[in-house]
Each structure stands twice: as C-alpha cells, then as structure tokens.
C-alpha cells in the first residue's frame, strides 16, 4: 500500500505530493504521448493529450497488473508551460477521471519539442505493484 508523505515543514502540495513509499515489484513506464490505438495523436489540443498520455501510462500499468493507485510518480514533460497554467482548470477534471483524489510524485518539465511531431505532451511513470 501506497502512503504519501507531507513533511509539515514545506508548503502543502496542490496536485501532487511530496513523497510516497511503498513495497512491491518496480514499474518503470517509458514515455508516453497521446497516441490512440492507431498510432496516431488523438489531437493537437493540450487537454486532450495531456488525458491520452496519462491513459496510456495507465494503460502500462493495468497490463502488469496495478492500477492508478500503484502509480507513485509521474513526469510530465511538456512543451508549452503557458499552456499548462492555461488549462489547469481542465486538467483537473482530466485527471480526477483517472485518479480521483490521489496524487503521486510528480514532476513538471518544460522542454522545447518532444520527438513526436505533434505531441505537446509526454509523460512517464514508475508504478510499484504488489
């Protein structure tokens, strides 16, 4: 089981948390853009990739055997930082459908392009399974 950890000397996490520790199998989910099961990017909008990516990392994940809650950090790489502030709102309820109120470490990096054409978005993960 999974257990975030808050030290009370730092300032409260909003979308993410500090730490977490758990016990189990290590798995390591390589980057993932917003392809469908096509191969294709499902859109150039951001939101829309953003929720892609986060579906495929889970998507990783299910196929070993976890789910959502097994994810103990994410890294999101994006090449639009404005962008990003721009749809907070929006990616909150993208990511409440997938993760509900459970927020994993997680990692924030601009970057100037992805090596898809396209993608806007690209996130990794590493989930810990039972």
Not at 73 to 85: E, F, M, N
Not at 112 to 130: R, Y
């Amino acid at each position: 089981m999974n257990r975030t950890i808050t030290p009370s000397i730092l300032p409260k996490p909003r979308g993410y948390s500090h730490g977490v520790t758990t016990t189990g199998t290590v798995l390591y989910v390589a980057g993932q853009v917003a392809h469908d099961t096509s191969g294709r990017l499902v859109s150039p909008e951001f939101t829309a990739q953003f929720g892609q990516c986060l579906d495929n990392v889970l998507t990783v994940v299910r196929a070993a055997g976890g789910g959502s809650a097994n994810v103990v950090k994410l890294v999101a790489y994006v090449t639009d930082i404005g962008k990003y502030r721009e749809c907070t709102r929006d990616l909150r309820e993208v990511w409440k459908a997938r993760f509900g109120d459970y927020y994993p470490a997680m990692t924030l990096v601009a970057v100037a392009a992805l090596i898809e054409p396209g993608a806007v978005v690209e996130i990794e993960g590493v989930a810990h399974l039972p």
